[in-house]
Nanobody, 125 residues
Framework: VQLQASGGGLVQAGGSLRLSCAFS????????MAWFRQAPGQEREFVAG????????SYSDSVKGRFTISRDNAKNTVALQMNSLKSDDTAVYYC???????????????????WGQGTLVTVSS
């Protein structure tokens, strides 16, 4: 499995960005997908996830209501629409994939077998 994240950049506080992650190598619809982020000096943290089967979603409390995760199984992509961005959202964002993830593990980075290279999001205040 290969994951290629894109869409990061510099945006002012209150603005929006849309991240995308292209998946290849296996049957995309069988994989649960997630976005994590890591700020300098911080641990990698869960942002949002979406199941492969059924498409149920989960969000961290810090982004709920501002970010939306979605997937397009025809295009093998997962997206993260980020609105009302804050300076605290500044981080490198990573997409992750796993085929055997159980719902209770969705927020755990160690549950994912595959990771993209990361894309930097910088929110200026």
């Amino acid at each position: 499995v290969q994951l290629q994240a894109s869409g990061g950049g510099l945006v002012q506080a209150g603005g929006s960005l849309r991240l995308s992650c292209a998946f290849s190598g296996r049957t995309f619809s069988s994989y649960s997908m997630a976005w994590f982020r890591q700020a300098p000096g911080q641990e990698r943290e869960f942002v949002a996830g979406i199941r492969g089967r059924g498409g149920s979603t989960s969000y961290s409390d810090s982004v709920k209501g501002r970010f939306t995760i979605s997937r397009d199984n025809a295009k093998n992509t997962v997206a993260l629409q980020m609105n009302s961005l804050k300076s605290d959202d500044t981080a490198v964002y990573y997409c992750a994939a796993d085929a055997t993830l159980i719902l209770s593990s969705m927020r755990s980075a160690s549950a994912y077998d595959y990771w993209g290279q990361g894309t930097l999001v910088t929110v200026s205040s």
